[in-house]
């Protein structure tokens, strides 16, 4: 059973066009993190988000967390080729210690 | 932050040896994992490395297959042993900056032949 359900696995869009990938799990977080890895290297953090509603945003990311602190999205806006990559959404829990729960995925292709 | 320097970046070898993958962090950190991942697909955690004990393995991981060392705060191993084709993947190392912002090597793509 996967803990974190990501949505969708993959996604093909054109330049320009707004996008949200969802994260969503029955179980509580106490933060979770999103990841955009590129082929070839490892996951880099863009964000983490620890208070149930927060919003962060990084240029044109947009990171929610629920107010129940069981899901998140992340929504790009107007999207570039250099966006593309294998978006990961990343969870802890307090039961946990420091291991992360990842997300299954989203594999992003922005074309030109 | 944290950078991680972890390798070889990618070898191919031949099925029943062994293959040490090394992973350099540039400061003290407290927790280093082990991952392994298939290409654009999710990370599946093998290990935490334990500075000074045993490593701590998740279901479906054991020691004999995936020994792991960690000598210091900055410095761990992961051997892949007895390899067949089905260990090809990429393998991830990572440490922890904070209490839960992981930060990873660039990975070890092993293809065993």
């Known amino acids: 059973t996967q803990l974190l359900e990501q949505s969708p696995q993959f996604l093909s869009i054109q330049e320009g066009e707004n996008l949200t990938v969802y994260c969503n799990s029955s179980s509580v977080f106490s933060s979770l993190q999103w990841y955009r890895q590129e082929p070839g290297e490892g996951p880099v953090l863009l964000v983490t988000v620890v208070t149930g509603g927060e919003v962060k945003k990084l240029k044109r990311l947009t990171f929610q967390f629920g107010d129940a602190r069981k899901d998140s999205s992340l929504h790009i806006t107007a999207a570039q080729p250099g966006d593309t990559g294998l978006y990961l959404c990343a969870g802890a829990k307090q039961t946990s210690g420091s291991r992360l729960t990842f997300g299954e995925g989203t594999q992003l292709t922005v074309n030109p | 932050s944290a950078v991680i320097s972890q390798k070889p970046s990618r070898d191919i070898c031949q099925r029943g040896t062994s293959l040490t993958i090394q992973c350099q962090v540039d400061?003290?950190?407290?927790?280093m994992f082990w991952y392994r991942q298939q290409p654009g697909q999710s990370l599946t955690l093998i290990a935490t490395a334990n500075q000074g004990s045993e490593a701590t393995y998740e279901s479906g991981f054991v020691i004999d297959k995936f020994p792991i060392s960690r000598p210091n705060l900055t410095f761990s191993t992961l051997t892949v042993s007895n390899m067949s084709p089905e260990d090809s993947s990429i393998y991830l190392c990572?440490?922890?900056?904070?209490?839960?912002?992981?930060?990873f090597g660039q990975g070890t793509r092993l293809t065993v032949v």
């Open positions: 400061s003290q950190v407290t927790m």
């Open positions: 990572s440490a922890l900056s904070g209490v839960t912002e992981a930060f």
